[in-house]
């Protein structure tokens, strides 16, 4: 089935930036979105960003103004672009896929997830 592998997480001070990628394999077939994710210790995972095929997003409300997802259909490859990283950021980071026409930040809407990518910022 789809793979989804994150990469790009790592230590960053307060302000930073950061790219996460997500390299997937596989072709699910029909019309799918894309998503990101993130979950602190102690907290329940919650939708950061996701994408439809045709490009249509939505964001969380913490992140406006400073993430952006986007994609790569080429290369099988989805991306979230972090601007201005506060400490709140901190927490694992996972991509997801999910079939379906518009975007969406609920998780259980998700079929496929990464492993993860640990993100953590610094004050």
């Known amino acids: 089935q789809l793979q989804l592998v994150e990469s790009g997480g790592g230590s960053v001070q307060a302000g930073g930036s950061l790219r996460l990628s997500c390299a997937a394999s596989?072709?699910?077939?029909?019309?799918?979105?894309m998503g990101w994710f993130r979950q602190a210790p102690g907290e329940e995972r919650e939708g950061v960003a996701s994408?439809?095929?045709?490009?249509?997003?939505q964001y969380a409300d913490s992140v406006k103004g400073r993430f952006t997802i986007s994609k790569d259909i080429d290369k099988n490859t989805m991306y979230l672009q972090m601007n201005g990283l506060k400490p709140e950021d901190t927490a694992m980071y996972y991509c997801?896929?999910?079939?379906?026409?518009?975007?969406?930040?609920?998780?259980?809407?998700?079929?496929?997830w990464g492993q993860g990518t640990q993100v953590t910022v610094s004050s």
């Open positions: 994408i439809r095929s045709l490009g249509s997003t």
């Open positions: 997801a896929v999910g079939y379906g026409l518009l975007p969406t930040l609920v998780r259980s809407d998700y079929r496929f």
């Open positions: 596989g072709h699910p077939g029909g019309n799918i979105f």
